[in-house]
Every structure is written in structure tokens, then in C-alpha cells.
């Protein structure tokens, strides 16, 4: 079993940007990662990170958004810089163990104009 805990996450202006984190409970973590969903918009990929540091971002990440994790406390994070309204949605934490995936409860970014 892993556990996740989200936090970071805010209302923030357009421009502006946040931090997001996700801390893992558990053994045996391998890659880590960022979704999203907006209201009535389907649940989509932000970002996503292996255990040696590969990275894949979204386009709409690319440029904007950094995805980085510390192994040792089994940590990912999310730097969101230049956030745009379209960025609004609830961040959710997803890490893989044993070949299952464990999703975080979310955590609400709000960007406003």
C-alpha cells in the first residue's frame, strides 16, 4: 500500500505561480507523477517522472511547469510558474508500486485573471 499527501496548492493570479508536493508512504516507489482535472474536462496528464529523473511533460507543461522528486523522501514536486486561467483544476499526486498506481485525494490550484 502507498499513501500520498498533496499540499501546495492555492488560489493564485495569473502570472503567478505555486509549488505543488506530494509526499509517498510506502516501499518500493518507482515513477511519480502529475494529472489534473478541470470542471466538466476529463482528467489529464501534467507531468511525470522516473526514479533516475527521466521527465515528461505535457505540451501545455512544456516550458512553464517543472517536475522534480528527492528519492530519498520518496517526494515529488510540481513548480508551476507563469499559470494561466486555463491552469485552474485539482492537481493530483499518482505514484506506481509493484505495478500498481496509487492516486493522491487532490489538491485545488485556482488561477485568476
Known amino acids: 500500500q502507498v499513501q500520498l499527501a498533496e499540499s501546495g496548492g492555492g488560489l493564485v493570479q495569473a502570472g503567478g505561480s505555486l509549488r505543488l508536493s506530494c509526499a509517498a508512504a510506502?516501499?518500493?516507489?518507482?515513477?511519480m507523477g502529475w494529472f489534473r482535472q478541470a470542471p466538466e474536462k476529463q482528467r489529464e496528464l501534467v507531468a511525470t517522472i522516473s526514479v533516475g529523473g527521466t521527465t515528461n511533460y505535457a505540451d501545455s507543461a512544456k516550458g512553464r511547469f517543472t517536475i522534480s522528486r528527492d528519492n530519498a523522501k520518496n517526494t515529488v514536486y510540481l513548480q508551476m510558474n507563469s499559470l494561466k486561467d486555463e491552469d485552474t483544476a485539482v492537481y493530483y499526486c499518482i505514484a506506481s508500486s509493484w505495478g500498481r498506481e496509487y492516486w493522491g485525494q487532490g489538491t485545488q490550484v485556482t488561477v485568476s485573471s
Open positions: 510506502g516501499n518500493y516507489i518507482k515513477p
